[in-house]
């Protein structure tokens, strides 16, 4: 975290947050876009399969993955600069709830309950990580960062995580072909769906 010009850290970590906020939503926009023009050209595929065109050819898609290619390398950058870890970790989170803002009035998918349980829950986790996930930490120097990376502890716990991603992947694939006739069950999309979340919570 660093001061802007003649900021206060305050002002700082105002802007950032406030660039954070604005880049989140674009790039929830420009994936809600590309998913909108998926689904645009899916329902073309079903009268006319030579109608289909590659993504990088549609306009719509072009311009959800500018949007968010944009938003995604600016605001990282002024969020990293400006913001310390516990608030970059809140704001990152927000962007779900702007997914599901998104889904419902580009797509037109229901908010049902279960969305708002889930908005809220993303709320309260964001909450507790900006009250209770600030920890003084000295700064490193880089031959003090290669010293911890070389640590058998961060080894096998890397390793260990790496194991654990690719047998929860395995499990994924595996509810997906077990019975391809029933791969778009609810309960099978939810299943998978928690799988792909818990690879992300790492």
């Not at 073309?44 to 993504?55: N, S, V, Y």
Request: proline letters at 5%; hydrophobic letters at 45%.
């Amino acid at each position: 975290m660093v001061q802007l010009g003649t900021l206060s850290p305050a002002g700082s970590v105002l802007i950032g947050v406030l660039v954070g906020l604005i880049a989140t939503s674009v790039q929830s926009i420009g994936l809600t876009l590309q998913r909108k023009s998926h689904i645009l050209e899916d329902e073309k595929a079903l009268q006319d399969t030579h109608a289909q065109r590659p993504p990088y050819r549609r306009r719509r898609w072009q311009l959800g993955m500018l949007m968010f290619v944009v938003s995604n390398i600016l605001g990282s950058t002024i969020q990293i600069t400006t913001l310390p870890l516990p608030v970059l970790s809140t704001l990152q989170a927000s962007g779900l709830v702007f997914n599901a803002i998104c889904a419902t009035i580009i797509l037109g998918e229901p908010f049902t309950r279960w969305s708002f349980g889930g908005t809220s829950l993303v709320c309260i986790g964001a909450v507790l990580i900006a009250t209770f996930g600030a920890m003084k930490e000295p700064a490193h120097t880089l031959d003090q960062l290669l010293y911890l990376l070389e640590r058998r502890a961060f080894i096998g716990w890397m390793i260990g995580q790496g194991i654990l991603v690719g047998l929860i992947l395995a499990l994924a694939k595996f509810i997906k072909i077990m019975d391809p006739k029933t791969k778009h069950h609810p309960r099978k999309r939810l299943a998978r769906g928690i799988a792909y979340g818990c690879i992300r919570l790492p």
